[in-house]
């Protein structure tokens, strides 16, 4: 697939049907109240839907309920059990790569102040990290699990963002295109899958090309889930790469939104480290991992550590070691990953189920202004523009 300037602007200007004439009706017989009441009841795959729901939002969830037809099942269980290999570094790469690319975004980071919660700043984090969490399950797709659900909602909260910025004349959809479009959907599906591959690669992880194909196809299907055009998806990562060249190319730069939302996210984090000493490597992580040209359009310090951070792939090659040479070392360190991801997630939810409701209103709701084998190493695909 060849990305151009042409396709790319086609994208900006097209939403997802589906969703947006969900919530459009939803607004309009006045039913959101209680279709987020009645939705905090449909959690898991299977569950009856309740008594009392929206006769559009029943034929929503009807429809989008099961995966993509053309899931390949054998290729999402080695991407589950490369997310188990690498699930603390995979978390690492989403705090502190993918979420600072979306900052460096000037429309996104707009988009992002005005919608997460200016005051919140862990409730993104939360429900990302939860989202992740839930796909890598064993039984994400089955009856029980919480992943469809959570898709389900994460695609009307996003259509409800549309909705409002559309209708309260915040959003200049001629300069910036529709509000969370397609190409920045997309986009977005890169950040969370070949950035973080990419992140990894500089933290010196071992990754086979089987294992890091498979995180991919993973989020290909998430983003079929979230309403992204599959049309306009990168089926390879040869493709995902040029893509998202040629994405950042057009759009990243430096904002007022990113570096405010930059300090946050570096604030958020310095509170979950223990103890005020280790402090700066949240700061020197996000500069190793963005390079110091976003790192500085981003307003990020520099610190003694950001010497002391481009040692890491060194430590970590250790550790890889170890975890190849014994059994029960490879144990220690996945149960110890696991043990990771789990204390920090419960920090950023503070022991909370992130519902994904529609917000009825952005200021209410988001405190707005009016204003594998390691052999085959995987080796990421080349720029393809300069």
Request: with cysteine; glycine share 6%.
């Given at each position: 697939m060849t990305y151009t300037e042409a396709s790319m602007d086609a994208l900006r200007h097209t939403g997802d049907e589906l969703a947006d004439a969900t919530v459009a009706a939803l607004f309009e017989s006045g039913q959101v109240g209680t279709f987020n009441t009645l939705m905090r009841y449909v959690s898991?795959?299977?569950?009856?839907?309740?008594?009392?729901?929206?006769?559009?939002?029943?034929?929503?969830?009807?429809?989008?309920?099961?995966?993509?037809?053309?899931?390949?099942?054998a290729e999402m269980e080695k991407a589950r059990l490369f997310f188990i290999d690498n699930n603390v570094h995979i978390s690492t790469a989403l705090s502190f790569a993918s979420?600072?690319?979306?900052?460096?975004?000037?429309?996104?980071?707009?988009?992002?102040?005005?919608?997460?919660?200016?005051?919140?700043?862990?409730?993104?984090?939360?429900?990302?990290?939860?989202?992740?969490?839930?796909?890598?399950?064993?039984?994400?797709?089955?009856?029980?699990?919480?992943?469809?659900?959570a898709?389900?909602?994460?695609?009307?909260?996003?259509?409800?963002?549309?909705?409002?910025?559309?209708?309260?004349?915040q959003w200049d959809t001629t300069a910036l295109g529709t509000p969370i479009c397609q190409e920045d959907m997309v986009g977005g599906q890169m950040f969370f899958s070949l950035l973080v591959l990419d992140s990894l690669n500089r933290l010196?992880?071992?990754?086979?090309?089987?294992?890091?194909?498979?995180?991919?196809?993973?989020?290909?299907?998430?983003?079929?889930?979230?309403?992204?055009d599959q049309d306009a998806v990168p089926e390879t990562l040869e493709e995902a790469r040029a893509f998202l060249d040629l994405y950042m190319i057009r759009h990243m730069g430096p904002s007022e939104e990113g570096a405010h939302l930059t300090r946050q996210l570096i604030d958020l984090y310095e509170e979950v480290v223990p103890g005020a000493f280790f402090d700066p490597i949240v700061s020197a992580l996000i500069r190793y991992l963005v390079g110091d040209t976003c790192a500085?359009?981003?307003?990020?310090?520099?610190?003694?550590?950001?010497?002391?951070?481009?040692?890491?792939?060194?430590?970590?090659?250790?550790?890889?070691?170890?975890?190849?040479?014994?059994?029960?070392?490879a144990w220690a360190l996945d149960r110890l990953g696991h043990l990771t991801t789990v204390l920090e997630l419960s920090s950023l939810t503070r022991g909370r189920v992130m519902h994904y409701a529609i917000p009825e209103q952005l200021k209410k709701d988001y405190d707005i202004?009016?204003?594998?084998?390691?052999?085959?190493?995987w080796t990421p695909p080349a720029a393809t523009v300069s």
């Open positions: 898991t795959v299977g569950a009856p839907l309740p008594d009392g729901l929206p006769d559009i939002a029943r034929e929503y969830l009807e429809s989008t309920r099961v995966p993509p037809s053309w899931v390949d099942w979420m600072p690319a979306c900052y460096v975004v000037p429309h996104v980071a707009k988009l992002l102040s005005a919608t997460h919660g200016l005051k919140y700043p862990s409730k993104r984090m939360a429900e990302t990290g939860q989202f992740t969490v839930y796909l890598m399950q064993p039984d994400a797709f089955e009856a029980g699990s919480r992943f469809i659900p898709a389900q909602k994460v695609r009307l909260l996003h259509a409800s963002i549309r909705h409002h910025l559309k209708r309260a004349n010196g992880i071992h990754m086979s090309q089987e294992g890091a194909e498979a995180y991919y196809y993973a989020w290909r299907v998430v983003g079929a889930m979230l309403g992204v500085d359009w981003l307003h990020v310090p520099q610190t003694p550590w950001d010497t002391v951070v481009k040692a890491l792939p060194h430590l970590l090659g250790v550790l890889e070691t170890i975890e190849d040479r014994s059994p029960l070392g202004s009016s204003t594998v084998p390691r052999t085959r190493r």
